[in-house]
């Protein structure tokens, strides 16, 4: 019976990323694992070199196939030891008498964990670099691109694009900043035996580990049970989580902006794309929207993750299962998300017609905090100034005047500011603070940074 796909992450949500973490691509890593085990036991004198040549040799995909190993799987239920055996018969002479000398089935399989995580959280650092990229853009090209910030789902002062943009390259740069950290703990393996004793391996335990994982580019752990412990891999997990986290968050402030009242900013839209099957007009921000679905896919995975710290005594295998699902999903769901966000990015539409009708929608109440400043360097206290401007915004609200037309009729107002001081101070565009000097030299800061 043919294959039919059950998990979106085969067809919908596929990326790159999945190729690390294929059923083949796991049987070549444990395979590499297992030639290298056997060149340093050739090295240590502990099998001849012809029978590790002859492992090493046949140590790959060329010789051991899926299909094989699947079988003997079958049989004897164990996918390590299927490997073995598999790659047992292809060995000729005496060679596969030396294969998995000394190992557990941990050693491989945590040593070639090591090196598919590693891989992976590269690729990651890539595509957020190529996000990060395009953040950095767009800051640049609206970095006095001024708009209404919101507190509270609330109009609160004038920002800029180019602010917004800013604060979530920023929490790129810190993710990446996780990345690196990560990748550094991340990068262990283990040659250590049943138990982490290195018993079978004799005297020569210490130096065989670490030349063993010199071979492969990993650090030895310098004590381990029968696994590389769990909180280094929960560690990769919740990175991945807090990721997907930031992306989501981006997503969310896409889906709010396009909202039919608010309309300033847009997801791209194809012109053949369609937003509901029986509502023509509507426009759905269904690609932030799904970012926003797997990033909760991404947390829900710090779960498991987190409870596999906690294994009895020298081990159980309650993380083995879960494993086989988590990394793959958070790194394939995760990379699939960035390079949906930065798509989106790429092609985000503005209307600045709205942004500029936003921006003065509360008829000029959202720079109460500038006349009320104002009023206490001309004499009035900032408190009885505060109370002013507040009963100014909620008579301007419930009589849908400019606030600067209730202000005029305040004698205390109308003694200290002009009719023209008054239509200067209300300018949204002229109360920004260092919104373009912080992105400008964040801008800078992040292009040194990252050599961009």
């Not at 209404?148 to 109009?155: E, K, N, P, Y």
């Given at each position: 019976?043919s294959h039919?796909?059950?998990h979106?992450?085969?067809?919908r949500y596929?990326?790159?990323m999945?190729e690390?973490?294929?059923?083949?691509?796991k049987?070549?890593?444990?395979l590499k694992?297992?030639?290298?085990?056997?060149k340093?036991?050739?090295?240590?004198?502990n099998?001849?070199?012809?029978e590790a040549?002859?492992i090493?040799?046949?140590?790959?995909?060329k010789?051991?196939?899926?299909?094989?190993?699947?079988e003997i799987d079958?049989?004897i239920?164990?996918d390590l030891?299927?490997m073995?055996?598999?790659l047992?018969?292809?060995?000729?002479?005496?060679?596969?008498k030396?294969?998995?000398?000394g190992?557990?089935?941990y050693?491989?399989?945590?040593?070639?964990?090591a090196l598919q995580?590693?891989e992976?959280l590269k690729?990651i650092?890539e595509?957020?670099?190529?996000?990060l990229?395009e953040l950095?853009s767009?800051?640049?090209?609206n970095k006095?691109?001024?708009?209404i910030?919101r507190?509270?789902?609330q109009?609160?002062l004038?920002?800029t694009?180019?602010m917004r943009f800013g604060?979530?390259?920023?929490?790129?740069n810190?993710?990446?900043?996780?990345?690196?950290e990560?990748?550094?703990?991340?990068?262990y393996?283990?040659?250590s035996g049943a138990?982490g004793t290195?018993?079978?391996?004799?005297?020569?335990?210490?130096?065989?580990?670490k030349?063993?994982?010199?071979?492969?580019?990993?650090?030895?752990?310098?004590?381990?049970?029968?696994?590389?412990?769990r909180?280094r891999?929960?560690e990769?997990?919740?990175l991945?989580s807090?990721i997907g986290?930031?992306l989501?968050k981006?997503a969310?402030e896409?889906?709010?902006?396009?909202?039919?009242?608010?309309?300033?900013?847009f997801?791209?839209f194809?012109?053949?794309q369609v937003g509901?099957s029986?509502?023509?007009?509507?426009r759905n921000?269904?690609?932030s929207?799904?970012?926003?679905?797997?990033?909760?896919?991404?947390?829900?995975?710090v779960?498991p993750a987190?409870?596999n710290?906690?294994?009895?005594d020298?081990?159980?295998?309650?993380n083995s299962a879960?494993?086989?699902?988590i990394?793959?999903?958070?790194?394939?769901f995760?990379?699939?998300?960035?390079k949906?966000?930065?798509?989106?990015?790429?092609g985000?539409?503005?209307?600045?017609?709205?942004i500029?009708?936003?921006l003065?929608?509360t008829?000029?109440?959202?720079?109460s905090e500038?006349?009320?400043?104002?009023?206490?360097?001309?004499?009035?206290?900032r408190q009885?100034?505060?109370e002013i401007?507040r009963?100014s915004?909620?008579?301007?609200?419930k009589e849908d005047?400019?606030?600067?037309?209730?202000l005029?009729e305040?004698n205390?107002?109308?003694?200290k500011f002009?009719?023209e001081e008054?239509?200067?101070l209300?300018?949204?565009?002229?109360?920004?603070?260092?919104?373009?000097?912080?992105?400008e030299d964040l801008i800078?800061?992040?292009?040194n940074?990252?050599?961009?």
């Amino acid at each position: 019976m043919s294959h039919k796909f059950v998990h979106p992450i085969e067809t919908r949500y596929r990326t790159e990323m999945a190729e690390l973490f294929t059923e083949e691509k796991k049987l070549e890593s444990w395979l590499k694992v297992e030639g290298v085990l056997a060149k340093v036991h050739a090295k240590f004198g502990n099998l001849p070199q012809e029978e590790a040549e002859e492992i090493n040799k046949k140590a790959n995909l060329k010789y051991v196939k899926l299909e094989r190993v699947k079988e003997i799987d079958r049989e004897i239920h164990h996918d390590l030891m299927a490997m073995i055996k598999a790659l047992t018969e292809q060995c000729e002479g005496d060679a596969g008498k030396y294969i998995h000398l000394g190992a557990t089935s941990y050693d491989i399989e945590d040593t070639a964990l090591a090196l598919q995580i590693k891989e992976a959280l590269k690729n990651i650092k890539e595509s957020l670099l190529i996000l990060l990229k395009e953040l950095i853009s767009l800051m640049d090209e609206n970095k006095d691109t001024v708009c209404i910030g919101r507190t509270h789902g609330q109009h609160a002062l004038p920002t800029t694009y180019g602010m917004r943009f800013g604060v979530w390259a920023y929490e790129i740069n810190r993710h990446l900043d996780r990345l690196n950290e990560v990748i550094e703990r991340i990068s262990y393996g283990k040659m250590s035996g049943a138990i982490g004793t290195m018993a079978s391996f004799g005297d020569y335990g210490i130096e065989l580990q670490k030349e063993v994982m010199k071979e492969l580019d990993l650090n030895p752990v310098l004590i381990a049970n029968q696994i590389v412990q769990r909180d280094r891999h929960a560690e990769v997990i919740l990175l991945t989580s807090l990721i997907g986290q930031t992306l989501a968050k981006i997503a969310t402030e896409f889906r709010i902006l396009q909202r039919t009242e608010i309309s300033e900013m847009f997801e791209p839209f194809k012109k053949a794309q369609v937003g509901s099957s029986t509502m023509p007009q509507k426009r759905n921000p269904h690609k932030s929207e799904r970012i926003c679905s797997l990033a909760r896919i991404l947390k829900s995975n710090v779960i498991p993750a987190l409870d596999n710290i906690i294994l009895e005594d020298e081990r159980d295998i309650t993380n083995s299962a879960n494993e086989r699902i988590i990394f793959a999903e958070n790194f394939i769901f995760l990379d699939f998300m960035i390079k949906q966000l930065t798509n989106n990015l790429k092609g985000i539409e503005f209307d600045m017609n709205k942004i500029e009708e936003n921006l003065n929608l509360t008829k000029g109440a959202c720079l109460s905090e500038k006349i009320m400043v104002k009023l206490v360097a001309r004499g009035i206290g900032r408190q009885e100034g505060h109370e002013i401007l507040r009963q100014s915004a909620i008579i301007s609200k419930k009589e849908d005047r400019l606030i600067k037309d209730i202000l005029l009729e305040n004698n205390k107002i109308r003694d200290k500011f002009t009719k023209e001081e008054l239509d200067e101070l209300l300018d949204p565009h002229k109360y920004i603070g260092k919104a373009i000097v912080q992105t400008e030299d964040l801008i800078k800061f992040l292009k040194n940074k990252f050599d961009f």
